[in-house]
């Protein structure tokens, strides 16, 4: 028999629909019941593409005796956390206060008053390395709720009361300035690994938003050592395993330091932030590697994660089946000797050589990752290109990894500004085309009558979820994004409306901004993060989309609210730059001006204004706005007395409150948004 689940449309909850455990979706009626029987709840967190969610699911909770268990003792609570990061987030940070780290799946025991009283991540089914059994944390955990009950209320009441008291160091309203960014540029500067690219050790991130702050820096100040940091850690990670070799797409992170081995689950919003950083890089330097993993990447979002409705879906998952009815992680995606041997023939030496193949392997069991590795070899181009299709064609026949459907509304708002930019760049219409569909899917479906966003959608039904602060940040920047490379002003104005949301509900009297609603389910905690996780934070995005907004409008209430934001990178960027990325970046477009290009012609299809429109467009300044339209026109506030000069197209460029001279030549433009 299905279980409560079975009426959701969360894939991740979906999952676990047919588990004997008697699970409740996270609900007042979960704790009402967990009140009326005298139970305390197990709170059980992850998302559908979850390696070890997985395995705990088998291990445990399909398992008969577990579930007989748990039923009887306990009242069980499962979250996406995808759906719900507020959830995921209040209790995270309890998690990571009381052991020091954190992960998925997160296992939380709590009250029927939600407080928190016991932590962990994993547990296996048998006691091993150093970790007790699920069956014994469970039997410790109803053994201390019947027997030293005002223990564990003295204990919750303390952690709740804990984490209540937490405060950020928010740093004031005054943004960052020259010293802090340079500041922010050298703590990633000792951060960094020379050898391999990229921050820290293993396992490794892609660092998204980090990326993108020294591109910014370079072409705001000329920095080398800011750009060869950006250009390495992309070359190092576009030849790795991280990279997909075949059909382009980005894993989840490495677990080695060499960018070799990923953890195969490939995620939208990865994939759209790194599609943006790369056509960045390409629009910098005019690197090839840059521009083909652009492409590939924004091709692997439209081709792999497009749904029906034309949005775009949330992972693939790492897991799948090894062809003997065995899920296993990286099975679809990694070769030995002897299957390119089956598949290419003479050819697999090559393949051997080219991908970095070797007869002990680079993953497990002797298989290895396709990657590129540092070679002195040069190879036909040809020939690589007929292997690579060969060998695509033949992993095609492998079982797929499954796909989480869900549209998340942020993520599909990062999606579509790589999508625009990335289509506008490289003359790919198609590419546009795919982020307008998605836009329109947003408006027509996550915006209630009131311009506010649902977190999550699939197959055409609006989740139940409210949006959070990064829902419409995002989808804000998105929509900006869209705004300049289409000229279409209806962009702009839903931009807008998001915007204005923030402002009466996310932002309090200090500038500070909450990653919830001010009307929303009130949790034992209102989250609120400034730091990067792997998207922008709520708080940073939102500042990016503010000040972007009001360079192409005016709004000042806007341009305030993101300069007092940007207060919290004062503080944190110069202490801990890789978890603050788009604060810095956005702190880049403010000290920028940003810049706020308006491009007029005589009509639309006018060669010459759409010549200025794409120079502006691959224009470097940092976080500069652009508007295209027909002279005189009001789609867009920027072009409003914007006349075309001696009747023909012009560009006019102006920043911190002045103007040049309008041109109609677009070196001179390409010149005005550099350096």
């Known amino acids: 028999m299905p279980n409560r689940l079975a009426h959701e449309t969360s894939p991740y909850l979906l999952q676990h629909a047919d588990n004997p455990v008697d699970w409740w979706p996270w609900s007042a009626e979960a704790f009402d019941e967990a009140r009326r029987t005298n139970r305390p709840v197990l709170l059980s967190v992850g998302y559908s593409s979850c390696h070890w969610c997985h395995v705990m699911a088998h291990e445990s909770f399909e398992d008969r005796p577990t579930a007989d268990y748990l039923n009887e003792h306990f009242v069980s609570i499962k979250v996406d956390r995808e759906e719900r990061p507020d959830v995921d987030a209040v209790y995270m940070e309890a998690v990571q206060a009381a052991t020091g780290q954190g992960g998925w799946p997160m296992t939380v025991f709590l009250t029927p008053d939600a407080e928190p009283f016991y932590f962990g991540t994993y547990f296996p089914p048998a006691p091993r390395h150093g970790m007790p059994s699920f069956r014994q944390v469970l039997e410790g955990v109803r053994s ?105 797409g980005f894993a989840r992170y490495s677990v080695d330091r060499e960018w070799v081995v990923p953890h195969f689950e490939k995620m939208l919003y990865d994939n759209a932030l790194l599609c943006r950083v790369y056509a960045h890089l390409w629009r910098s330097t005019g690197s090839e590697l840059a521009r083909r993993v652009a492409v590939e990447t924004a091709d692997f979002i439209v081709r792999e994660l497009r749904t029906d409705e034309g949005g775009f879906a949330s992972a693939l998952d790492a897991d799948s089946d090894d062809g003997t009815g065995k899920h296993v992680e990286g099975a679809y995606y990694v070769w030995t000797p002897a299957q390119l041997s089956e598949v290419l023939g003479e050819d697999a030496e090559l393949a051997v050589q080219y991908f970095g193949v070797t007869e002990d392997g680079t993953f497990e069991e002797g298989q290895s990752v396709l990657q590129l590795p540092q070679s002195e070899g040069v190879f036909d181009a040809e020939k690589v290109d007929s292997v690579k299709s060969r060998l695509l064609a033949a992993r095609s026949q492998r079982p797929a990894p499954g796909r989480d459907d869900k549209v998340v509304a942020a993520w599909n708002g990062l999606a579509i500004a790589a999508l625009a930019e990335t289509g506008a760049y490289f003359d790919r219409p198609d590419l546009v085309e795919a982020a307008v569909s998605a836009a329109d899917l947003l408006v027509r479906l996550h915006l209630d009558e009131h311009a506010k966003p649902a977190r999550t959608s699939k197959d055409g039904q609006v989740g139940p979820n409210a949006g959070v602060l990064e829902d419409y940040a995002d989808v804000a920047e998105g929509f900006l994004a869209l705004a300049s490379v289409t000229g279409e002003g209806v962009w702009l104005e839903f931009a807008g409306f998001l915007l204005d949301h923030v402002l009466a509900g996310f932002v309090d009297e200090s500038g500070a901004l909450y990653d919830t609603a001010a009307d929303a389910e009130q949790l034992i905690r209102r989250p609120q993060d400034p730091t990067d996780n792997a998207t922008p934070s709520g708080w940073t995005a939102a500042a990016g989309a503010l000040l972007s907004y009001a360079a192409q409008t005016g709004a000042e209430p806007h341009r305030t609210a993101a300069e007092r934001a940007l207060g919290v990178v004062k503080a944190l960027g110069p202490r801990v730059p890789r978890f603050i990325g788009w604060g810095l970046a956005v702190a880049e477009a403010y000290l920028d001006g940003p810049r706020e290009v308006a491009v007029v012609g005589p009509s639309l299809g006018d060669e010459g204004a759409k010549a200025l429109h794409r120079t502006a467009l691959l224009g470097t300044a940092p976080g500069a706005v652009v508007a295209f339209g027909v002279a005189e026109s009001d789609e867009l506030p920027l072009l409003a007395d914007r006349p075309l000069v001696d009747g023909g197209p012009a560009a006019y460029v102006c920043r911190n409150f002045t103007c040049d001279a309008p041109t109609t030549d677009p070196e001179r433009l390409r010149t005005a948004l550099s350096r």
């Open 144 to 248: 201390a709720w019947t027997d030293r009950r005002d223990e564990v209320a003295e204990v919750a009441g303390k952690i709740t009361r804990d984490l209540s008291q937490r405060e950020i160091d928010y740093g004031g309203t005054e943004a960052p300035g020259e010293e802090e960014l340079s500041g922010a540029l050298l703590g990633l500067t000792r951060e960094y690994d020379p050898q391999r690219g990229g921050f820290g050790g293993a396992p490794k991130f892609p660092p998204s938003m980090a990326l993108e702050f020294l591109l910014r820096h370079h072409a705001r100040t000329g920095s080398e050592g800011a750009l060869e940091m950006a250009r390495d850690t992309c070359e190092r990670m576009a030849r790795g395993g991280i990279y997909d070799q075949l059909a382009g």
